[in-house]
């Protein structure tokens, strides 16, 4: 037997409804909000750094130390003796570092002073004649007095005779006589003038060589000297203070003046170059602070300050120049040498070597 169904069966059945939670607000978290506070007060602490002070330093790579390397050249020519050093040894100023074989020297040092012996002598020797000249000058003058005497008598001699024979009162042949005598005696002072003149006249000729044997003299000494400092060169010290390096020389080789030896590297005095571009010296002048970053000690900045800027740019400075008017131009930054001091107080911190990279930081706004 069926069952009716009633109305509240017939309606369908209604599927269950699913009460769904509402979302819960989502929890910040506090080490987000932390972070981001860090990260603004760096980026204004950072702000107000670079403002107050990085925006006035300039930097550059391109720098390296430098020094007075100082290679060592013979200035006279022989065989070396003795070499008294050895590569990358400390050596003081004016230590001696090679010596030439100063034989020859010393036999041209002899000869040399031969030759001042002999020239001195020659010297005396005219020194001598001119003493005995002026002797014989002495001497003429004397005899051209009395001949000169002589004569005057002579001459009153023989107008005497004139007149006495003129008056009858003397013979003609005694006026004639005392007349060849007064010619006689005429030509006896003349005679002894004209010694008298050659006297003084070779006295002249006694001055002229004593000059010239003079001039001997001191030629000869000046070969004294010369010889001398040739030999003092057979000894080759070191100028500087330093390091020996790139030893080429070896005993027994003969070396000519200029030929190169060896170099001293200096071991204080240093400096650094460092090439900023050109838009980085904008500002720059002598004086300013600089620090210095070695790659031998990156952990030790130096100190330092800037003692001068290049005069032109290392491009006028390299063997080609270049020369932008013809062609095609494309632009190039470049770049100006800067020289860098490093503060005294400085030196012992890093054992820096001509050549070095470095990397140099200017502050711009601390002069």
Known sequence: MNKVLSAAELQPAQPPVVQIAAPAKKRRKPWLTLAAVIAIGAAGWYGVEWWQAGRFLVSTDDAYVGGNVTPLAPRVAGHIDQILVEDN???????LIIRIDDRPFKAALEHAQASVQQQQ????????Q?????????????DLEAK?????????DAKRYEVLATTRAGTQQDAQ????????????????RAGLAAAKQQLDVLNTQIAEATAAVAAAKADVDTAELDLGFTEIRSPIEGVVGNRLAQVGTYVSPGSYLLTIVPASGLWVDANFKEDQLRNMT???????????????????????LGPATGAIFSVIPPQNATGNFTKIVQRVPVRIAI?????????????????????????
Request: glycine fraction near 4%; charged fraction near 15%.
């Open 148 to 156: 000169s005497a002589a004569a005057t008598f002579t001459a009153q």
């Open 121 to 128: 002598s020659a010297l005396d020797n005219l020194r001598a």
């Open 177 to 192: 006589r005392s007349l060849a005598a007064d010619g006689q005696a005429k030509a006896t002072v003349a005679a002894s």
């Open 343 to 367: 503060d005294q107080d400085q030196t012992q911190k890093v054992a820096l070597r001509p050549g070095l990279s470095t990397v140099v930081t200017v502050d711009t706004a601390s002069h």
């Open 286 to 308: 002598d004086g300013q602070a600089a620090t210095v970053y070695t790659d031998i000690a990156p952990d030790a900045p130096l100190k330092g300050h800037v003692t001068s």
């Open 130 to 142: 001119i003493s005995l000249q002026n002797s014989v000058i002495e001497q003429a003058v004397a």
């Open 89 to 95: 040894q400390h050596v003081a100023a004016g230590q």
